[in-house]
């Protein structure tokens, strides 16, 4: 964002240099943390609220702190929701691939991330996502993100076929772009105005994640979907 960019002159330089480095650098670390905490805050009235019944003012009265500080961060509303659903991203699939590289197998990592995602949707008002369709900037990030983690799907994929857990036998390719279809029917249609959002990909990943599964895959899936 460039209202967090740092800009300066000769003078502010040299003052810099003056001040304890420990100062500045307990300056930044807050704005960093209060950056964060907007975020964190913003999100879930967002998704609580829908984006349009949540202000600028209100993320403020929730945070306890001034609008001049709030704007001083981010300077809309749009901005802001752009930011959120963009840190999301970012702490979602950091979260997977922290458990990815101590998780016993391919599937203990499709049961993570199902938990995840089934706790996330069980709370979210479904004008999130109506009212998130009128920015293009956030639906062209969507797109544009969804074809970046193809590639990352697909070396999953191989890795569980390797181990025995997912079927040699399938066009990995036709699935990713089905389960693209099916997603965007979800959106185009509004289905999660007529049923939860967390029995929506409940159905949708069982249904995709049983097809691609050998016995082994299935026994395993079968245990997560029994003990939760």
């Not at 499709?110 to 008002?125: E, M, P, Q």
Request: with cysteine.
């Amino acid at each position: 964002m460039k209202a967090n960019s740092f800009f300066g002159n000769k003078l502010l330089t040299l003052q810099i240099k003056i001040k304890p480095m420990r100062k500045t650098g307990n300056m930044t670390a807050y704005r960093e943390s209060l950056r964060q905490r907007i975020l964190d805050t913003a999100m879930t009235l967002f998704k609580k609220k829908g984006i349009k019944a949540v202000r600028m003012d209100d993320i403020a009265t929730e945070m306890a702190i001034s609008k001049r500080t709030l704007y001083e961060i981010y300077s809309n509303k749009e901005d802001l929701l752009y930011e959120c659903v963009r840190n999301e991203n970012e702490v979602l699939m950091k979260k997977l691939g922290d458990y990815a590289r101590t998780a016993e197998n391919e599937m203990a990592v499709v049961a993570y991330f199902i938990k995840l995602r089934l706790k996330d949707l069980g709370s979210i008002n479904p004008l999130f996502f109506t009212e998130m369709e009128k920015y293009e900037r956030i639906v062209s990030f969507f797109r544009t993100n969804s074809a970046k983690q193809t590639a990352h799907s697909q070396e999953f994929m191989r890795s569980g076929i390797e181990h025995g857990f997912f079927r040699s036998d399938l066009n990995y390719d036709i699935i990713n772009m089905m389960g693209d279809a099916a997603m965007n029917y979800v959106m185009r249609t509004r289905l999660y105005e007529k049923y939860k959002l967390n029995e929506i990909f409940h159905t949708f990943v069982i249904v995709f994640m049983r097809g691609c599964c050998t016995e082994k895959g299935l026994a395993y899936l079968d245990k997560f979907i029994e003990e939760n």
